[in-house]
């Protein structure tokens, strides 16, 4: 005979958003993403690196292209 016992229930996993960068689906229980205050998403390990470090270097070049000046 078998004793009763209580069955631990499998975590559920939820799409929270994709990244702005390379549209991958960030998953709740699948950490390693950034949202910034304009509620915009980004993974840390994208096909070329990590995409909010991407999107951060193509601002400062924007800034820098649309001021005329070099950090």
């Known amino acids: 005979m078998q ?6 229930q499998k975590a559920k ?3 929270c958003g ?7 689906e ?3 229980d699948n950490g390693g993403w950034i949202v910034t ?4 998403y980004f993974c840390h390990n994208g096909k070329d690196g ?5 999107y951060c270097e193509l601002k ?3 800034q820098q292209q649309e ?4 950090w």
């Open 3 to 8: 004793k009763k016992g209580w069955k631990k």
């Open 37 to 40: 205050h304009k509620k915009e």
């Open 18 to 24: 994709y990244c702005k960068e390379c549209n991958k």
């Open 26 to 28: 960030l998953i709740s």
């Open 50 to 54: 990590s995409c909010f470090d991407n």
């Open 67 to 70: 001021y005329g000046y070099v």
């Open 13 to 15: 996993s939820f799409i």
């Open 60 to 62: 400062v070049k924007q």
